[in-house]
T-cell receptor
Framework: GAVVSQHPSWVICKSGTSVKIECRSLDFQATTMFWYRQFPKQSLMLMATSNEGSKATYEQGVEKDKFLINHASLTLSTLTVTSAHPEDSSFYIC??????????FGPGTRLTVL | QKEVEQNSGPLSVPEGAIASLNCTYSDRVSQSFFWYRQYSGKSPELIMSIYSNGDKEDGRFTAQLNKASQYVSLLIRDSQPSDSATYLCAVAGGNEKLTFGTGTRLTIIP
């Protein structure tokens, strides 16, 4: 399967700071990437769909000004959590889409906001 | 609203037996169906995809799709302790977005 990386794998930050998470497709070009959030013992919740060269499409209830997404190239999408608060603490996972809707997930980033 | 339903479990299966995981979906126009395995604290890993009615086998895994009944299942033969994980069913329509079930926690008992 395709390989997707994420960086950092974990981050601890103070309330009010911003955190950037990178998602890279290592061995294929991904015109579409997805950002998910997963709280403990819950399933994945799609936050937004990131398309190369265009604005991201956010799911209902996700604040686009708080979760900034940039898909600058066919192999890189970034998610910036702005002015993070403790309730933003979660497991953030990106995925990249190949043919036939197959999505391959990055290893995830565990964010803890103090 | 598109829904994907799974029994949350936990499902306990003796080592060497067959584990059977089931999933139903509500959107009749769904086209693509996936099973992901997620170990605790890790991200999901794609293990099977299926697009047409019938069975698809890959090693110890068999996915079964019945679009008329709107269900998809995953069979794991010769279950191993390393198969213990949460299995997520995911369904896609025509827009690449996946809708996930809540997952079934599987425990293989040695």
């Amino acid at each position: 399967g395709a390989v997707v990386s994420q960086h950092p794998s974990w981050v601890i930050c103070k309330s009010g700071t911003s955190v950037k998470i990178e998602c890279r497709s290592l061995d294929f070009q991904a015109t579409t990437m997805f950002w998910y959030r997963q709280f403990p013992k819950q399933s994945l919740m799609l936050m937004a769909t990131s398309n190369e060269g265009s604005k991201a499409t956010y799911e209902q209830g996700v604040e686009k000004d708080k979760f900034l997404i940039n898909h600058a190239s066919l192999t890189l999408s970034t998610l910036t959590v702005t002015s993070a608060h403790p309730e933003d603490s979660s497991f953030y996972i990106c995925s990249a889409s190949q043919a036939d809707n197959e999505q391959f997930f990055g290893p995830g980033t565990r964010l803890t906001v103090l | 609203q598109k829904e994907v339903e799974q029994n949350s479990g936990p499902l306990s299966v003796p080592e060497g037996a067959i584990a059977s995981l089931n999933c139903t979906y509500s959107d009749r126009v769904s086209q693509s169906f996936f099973w992901y395995r997620q170990y605790s604290g890790k991200s999901p890993e794609l293990i099977m995809s299926i697009y047409s009615n019938g069975d698809k086998e890959d090693g110890r895994f068999t996915a079964q799709l019945n679009k008329a009944s709107q269900y998809v299942s995953l069979l794991i033969r010769d279950s191993q302790p390393s198969d213990s994980a949460t299995y997520l069913c995911a369904v896609a329509g025509g827009n690449e977005k996946l809708t996930f079930g809540t997952g079934t926690r599987l425990t293989i008992i040695p």
